[in-house]
């Protein structure tokens, strides 16, 4: 086992599980990371959150410090194994489930099967089972068109692997020291978790959420990142590129609007992977007025 840069290893489903936490009190706020990442690249959240409530992170199993398992899981899988984690970690709820990006989904498929344990929800420019009905047909094409790469992906150059290492090591700049240099190591190692992770997303996932009903009566901020998706940017012109980043503009809408107290905030400076590093401010505001009224209505 890899020596981890900080935090506790839980066990549970007979896995060891990487949980990172600070701070106390009620409810406590949840981080589920975005596809491919993991608790320690939302080390500036959960200081930040923590001195507002109790602060968790965790790295799913197959991902990060945790365990190792055959990827991809169903969102109900994932959602049972952080229930589990929580509990064997002594972090009691209801929750607060801050999800970015596939952490998003699975803090919805969380919500859907155990509504009770949770007492709010905060998306972080998150995916959704309608995010093609939103999408003009060009972009829908091409995302059909681009599937079959992924698999085809070479290894990185050692080119690649240092511009790479420069660049995330400039974008936690602001992280501690011993967390910074593990965590980039650990990205460069496992760049293809990611795709992994997501691979049964839109034939699997997707259908569990659309499934799964309708999320519990909690408040709901979605935070919808305002800048442009860099990967979008590679691959499309700009006129598709705006009509594109309406739609997930549109989208986030109607998730907000799904509850009756459901709200959608945008976030300038920010693009879909690293809103949380680029624009941490928006989203500890936005916790702290779900906690506000979380506790008002305690």
Known sequence: MRTMPRGALVEAGGRKIAVYRAGAGAPPVVLLPGAGLVGLEYDNLLRAFGELTTAVAYDRAGTGWSDDIALP???????GELRAVLRAADVAGPYVLAGHSMGAVYARRFAQLFPADVA???????????????????????????????DALPELTPAQ??????????????????????????????WRTGLAEGRNLEDEVYAELAAGGPLPDVPLIVLTAADENPFW?????????????????DLHAAIAASVPRGEQRFVPG????????????????ALRDLLEAVRGTG
């Open 270 to 285: 920010a693009s879909h992977q690293y809103l949380h590093v680029q624009q941490p401010g928006p989203v500890i505001a």
């Open 120 to 150: 709010g929800l905060l998306f972080l420019d998150p995916g959704h089972e309608d995010i093609l009905r939103f999408m003009p047909a060009e972009v829908v094409a091409l995302n059909e068109a681009m599937k079959p790469t992924w």
């Open 161 to 190: 692997l240092e511009a790479s290492r420069a660049a995330l090591l400039q974008l936690y700049a602001q992280w501690p020291d011993d967390v910074r240099s593990p965590l980039v190591e650990h990205r460069l190692e496992h």
């Open 233 to 249: 940017v590679q691959h499309m012109p700009p006129e598709l590129l705006a009509r594109a980043h309406a739609g997930v503009r």
């Open 73 to 79: 899981r169903t969102a109900a899988a994932v959602a």
